[in-house]
């Protein structure tokens, strides 16, 4: 069954709040997006692997630990686009693909619009999209790179419902899930409650 975790930092749980506020301005939404990436960064990298290496000090030669994964961040378009930046500031060497899905007015399911992708196969992917609502664009960009031939996938979100969770979980239960905060439910509309908004309409400046 798919790993879920929570980021319970209490940094992590502030800047959460901050992005709920509706008053929170564009400039700073951005921002605290950037630094709660940062922090998830932390979080979900725990367990790369390393690769020791000798390097001399001003003092001595010594061995120091490297990390030997190559990384692809696949953020999902186009408000995973708001996490990039976090989490290259921590992982500079790390590739950037691209996934984009629309929604089908009439199926309501995730249609796929672009793809551009770096070398995966051999890769840990970490899918950024991050509001894991429904579940339906996280898993088929999951089921998309898996056809790629990866087989290391982890997707970061700031903020989760538990409907998306479950839907992950079934369709990809070897896939672990990373945020920094499970809300209560959908409503209606398919929106998280008590959530933050649309995400994507929150970073670019969209939103009415």
Known sequence: MTSVQCLTHPLAKEKVGRLRDRNTSTAEFR????????????????DLHTSSSSVET????TTA?????????????????GMVDGM??????????????YRDEQ?????????NLPSVEQSVVFVLDPMLATGGTATAALSLLKSRGV??????????????????????????????AIDESLNEKGYIV?????AGDRIFGTHK
Do not use: M, W
């Open 31 to 46: 921002r605290l997006v950037y630094e709660l990436s940062l922090l998830l960064t932390v979080f979900c990298t725990e």
């Open 58 to 61: 001003p003092i001595t030669r």
């Open 65 to 81: 630990d490297f990390v030997s994964d190559n990384i692809v961040l696949a953020p999902v378009l186009r408000a995973g686009l």
């Open 88 to 101: 290259l500031q921590l992982i500079p060497d790390a590739k950037v693909g691209h996934i984009g899905f």
């Open 107 to 115: 199926t309501l399911l995730p249609v796929e619009y672009y793809v």
């Open 151 to 180: 087989s290391k996938l982890r997707l970061v979100s700031l903020i989760a419902a538990p409907e998306g969770i479950r839907k992950v979980q079934e369709d990809h239960p070897d896939v672990a899930i990373f945020t920094a």
């Open 194 to 198: 008590p959530g933050l908004g649309d």
